[in-house]
């Protein structure tokens, strides 16, 4: 009969097994930050945890940005209208330079 020591944390050379995570999760994207409740007049608070990690001050401006298929939206997010406009210029700018070097006719 062949007998095996157990390992201790101390004596345990093998490696240690990774959280096993979405990719996107892993890619530091998406997660669920937070569950909010809509009342009856369709207000909703934001975490006060997620409201200090994203530096989201009162009279800041939110885009809601939505996410559809046909005529449904399965789901939408907030953005700071400031990131917004940063996203948008970066976006369009390596279009729009190009156009300004086309020759007219």
Do not use: Y
């Amino acid at each position: 009969m062949l007998m095996t020591r157990s390992r201790t944390a101390a004596t345990d050379t093998r490696p240690k097994r990774r959280e096993r995570r979405p990719p996107s999760a892993a890619a530091g994207c998406c997660r669920v930050a937070g569950l909010v409740t809509v009342d009856e007049r369709g207000q909703m608070v934001l975490p006060k945890s997620v409201r200090e990690r994203a530096a989201i001050r009162a009279g800041d401006q939110l885009a809601l940005v939505s996410w559809e298929q046909g005529d449904d939206i399965h789901g939408v997010f907030l953005i700071k209208a400031d990131h917004l406009t940063d996203l948008i210029s970066a976006m369009l700018e390596p279009a729009l330079g190009r156009l300004g070097k086309e020759p007219r006719r």
